[in-house]
């Protein structure tokens, strides 16, 4: 598990014409993404330094080691930065990274199986379970929180949704 590769950010676009990026960072604290440098690729090949330069629109600014060329910096767009699960900091028993919610069985307070987690999104108003299965028309973007979902089994591979009425 601890050689785990984690998603902490991607490369949005090139910044200016001396070799910088665009990152956007996924860490609770954006800027925490430069203590994990260096990151990888999603394949665990290839090594980024990392160094914020400063805060823009949507992410910062960074210097990544060796690309000196806005040409090299537009040819990473869309790389995503990952570090390994053991460079991650511990959680309390109540939150839990995106990553190990994504495949969880999603079941009623009944024990029905309504699918599985697909993703989990935040847009603002705070974190969303988009659930996708057989016994959903479409997928369902559900609540992350305590009344809609009162339990979070990781060992057993589930989690328990009391959806709003109306929602399923």
Request: charged share 25%; hydrophobic share 40%; glycine share 10%.
């Amino acid at each position: 598990m601890s050689d785990e590769l984690v998603c902490i950010g991607v490369i949005v676009g090139s910044f200016g014409v001396r070799g910088d990026v665009r990152v956007k960072s996924f860490c609770a604290t954006p800027e925490d993404i430069e203590t994990y440098s260096p990151l990888l690729s999603e394949d665990g090949q290839k090594t980024y330094s990392i160094t914020l330069n400063s805060a823009v629109k949507h992410g910062f600014s960074a210097r990544l080691g060796d690309v000196t060329t806005k040409e090299q910096a537009d040819a990473l767009h869309g790389v995503r930065l990952f570090t390994t699960r053991d460079r991650l900091p511990s959680l309390p028993d109540d939150e839990y990274y995106y990553t190990d919610l994504i495949g969880l069985k999603v079941l009623d307070t009944g024990g029905a199986e309504l699918g599985v987690v697909k993703d989990v999104v935040n847009h603002g108003a705070g974190d969303l379970l988009e659930v996708h299965g057989p016994a959903l028309k479409t997928s369902v973007l559900l609540p992350f929180t305590l009344v809609s979902v009162p339990t979070v089994d990781l060992a057993a591979g589930r989690i328990i949704v009391d959806p709003p009425d109306g929602l399923l």
